[in-house]
Nanobody
Framework: VQLQASGGGLVQAGDSLRPSCAAS????????MGWFRQAPRKEREFVAA????????DYADSVKGRFTISRDNAKNTVYLQMNSLKPEDTAVYYC???????????????????????WGQGTLVTVSS
């Protein structure tokens, strides 16, 4: 499956942004989807994930209550609604996918980067103070 992330940009602290990730070349509804981010001089870190059915999500503590992950299987797209953005949210955001539809619909999605098989190219989010 190929992933194309878009929707990043330059915003001010407190603003909102909704990056999206479009998938092609596979059955999107069979894949758990995740968002990760990497800030300059830092390691890639988990942000949010949603399982193949949409029945389970998970978030990093740093974004809980501010970010919401969702998916539209009809559009082969996963979204990351980011509200109340902070300068420390500045990073390149990557979407990732792993085939997991053999799992139960309530099974939680993976949160580690090495558990994902496919990656998009990233979209830059810059939050100014």
């Amino acid at each position: 499956v190929q992933l194309q992330a878009s929707g990043g940009g330059l915003v001010q602290a407190g603003d909102s942004l909704r990056p999206s990730c479009a998938a092609s070349g596979g059955t999107f509804s069979s894949y758990d989807m995740g968002w990760f981010r990497q800030a300059p001089r830092k390691e890639r870190e988990f942000v949010a994930a949603i399982n193949w059915s949409g029945g389970s999500t998970d978030y990093a503590d740093s974004v809980k209550g501010r970010f919401t992950i969702s998916r539209d299987n009809a559009k082969n797209t996963v979204y990351l609604q980011m509200n109340s953005l902070k300068p420390e949210d500045t990073a390149v955001y990557y979407c990732a996918a792993v085939y997991h539809s053999y799992r139960a619909s309530y099974y939680p999605p993976p949160t580690k980067a090495n558990e994902y098989d496919y990656w998009g190219q990233g979209t830059l989010v810059t939050v100014s103070s």
